[in-house]
Antibody, heavy 116, light 107 residues
Framework: EVQLVQSGAEVKKPGESLKISCRGSGYSFTSYWIAWVRQMPGKGLEWMGIISPGDSDIRYSPSFRGQVTISADKSISTAYLQWSSLKASDSAMYYC?????????WGQGTMVTVSS | DIQMTQSPSSLSASVGDRVTITCRASQGISHYLAWYQQKPRKVPKLLIYAASTLQSGVPSRFSGSGSGTDFTLTISSLQPEDVATYYCQKYNSAPFTFGQGTRLEIK
């Protein structure tokens, strides 16, 4: 089955670090860029950035550059989104999505809650 | 950067109605426009790409049109299961900006 499977929900404290993952299966992982999308509670979709797993070419949204780091390990078909120091405002649902014909496949989402 | 503006931000229509949502890009994006449906508490789903191409498995009551800067998503006969928020997105090049969303409810 062609799918993206994300890591589970996280509850963290402000200032902590975090790395969430998105594993692709059922297709050639290096042939498609993987994007990250944020959805804050009750809000719309925000594109954060995108990575080419084959060569780790990365593009960031200006709104998220410097706030997060996107990476990938093609040997295990996994893309990552990480924070070095979380803030309460990072609390949101985070989706990964495959860039095929537009964003044609999405992970199930990872809920991140940052609270003291 | 190119901005994507949807209208209306919300609408209420009756079952069987024809519903139209519009999306405007601040600069031309050719046909690189996608529409997504997000039902409450669910993962977004691709409905239409290349402005007018229906993703596999999407009901034929959904259609898209437009090119350049002005695009529309049309539901020919609204069904109860179409209650959702709909987003447009440009995907020709980064940044892959989404519209702010249109919340569709049943009257």
């Amino acid at each position: 089955e062609v799918q993206l499977v994300q890591s589970g929900a996280e509850v963290k404290k402000p200032g902590e670090s975090l790395k969430i993952s998105c594993r692709g299966s059922g297709y050639s992982f290096t042939s498609y860029w993987i994007a990250w999308v944020r959805q804050m509670p009750g809000k719309g979709l925000e594109w954060m950035g995108i990575i080419s797993p084959g060569d780790s070419d990365i593009r960031y949204s200006p709104s998220f550059r410097g706030q997060v780091t996107i990476s990938a390990d093609k040997s295990i078909s996994t893309a990552y989104l990480q924070w070095s120091s979380l803030k309460a405002s990072d609390s949101a649902m985070y989706y990964c999505a495959r860039r095929g014909d537009a964003f044609d496949m999405w992970g199930q989402g990872t809920m991140v809650t940052v609270s003291s | 950067d190119i901005q994507m503006t949807q209208s209306p931000s919300s609408l209420s229509a009756s079952v069987g109605d024809r519903v139209t949502i519009t999306c405007r890009a601040s600069q031309g994006i050719s046909h690189y426009l996608a529409w997504y449906q997000q039902k409450p508490r669910k993962v977004p789903k691709l409905l239409i790409y290349a402005a007018s191409t229906l993703q596999s498995g999407v009901p034929s009551r959904f259609s898209g049109s437009g090119s350049g800067t002005d695009f529309t998503l049309t539901i020919s006969s609204l069904q109860p299961e179409d209650v959702a928020t709909y987003y447009c997105q440009k995907y020709n090049s980064a940044p892959f900006t989404f519209g702010q969303g249109t919340r569709l409810e049943i009257k």
